[in-house]
């Protein structure tokens, strides 16, 4: 079975740090483009990250650069999200991707004031 399982979500407060992994499983994913949205209660899913196959290239959201770092593990078919110095207004379910075709199921990213 192909899948995304993402993992890391929680809740930290304003300022604090978490690391997002995004596992892929039934085949290889070293040639895929992976990204990461995120959707906020009551509103549209949204671009995050993402990343070229060979992690060289990377595209941020225009909030989010400089706080958040993606990357990725091709040995281990993974994607991880580093993010930094985090805002309430970053809260939302986080969703792996991959070609923006396959998705995981989300993890919830909750930050307090």
């Known amino acids: 079975q192909v899948q995304l399982v993402e993992s890391g979500g929680g809740l930290v407060q304003a300022g604090g740090s978490l690391r997002l992994s995004c596992a892929a499983s039934?085949?290889?994913?070293?040639?895929?483009?992976m990204g990461w949205f995120r959707q906020a209660p009551g509103k549209e899913r949204e671009f995050v990250a993402n990343?070229?196959?060979?992690?060289?290239?990377?595209y941020y959201k225009d909030s989010v650069k400089g706080r958040f770092t993606i990357s990725r593990d091709n040995t281990k078919n993974t994607v991880y999200l580093q993010m930094n110095s985090l805002k309430p207004e970053d809260t939302a379910v986080y969703y792996c991707?991959?070609?923006?075709?396959?998705w995981g199921q989300g993890t919830q990213v909750t930050v307090s004031s």
């Open positions: 991707n991959a070609n923006q075709k396959l």
């Open positions: 039934g085949r290889t994913f070293s040639s895929d483009v």
């Open positions: 990343i070229n196959s060979s992690g060289s290239r990377t």
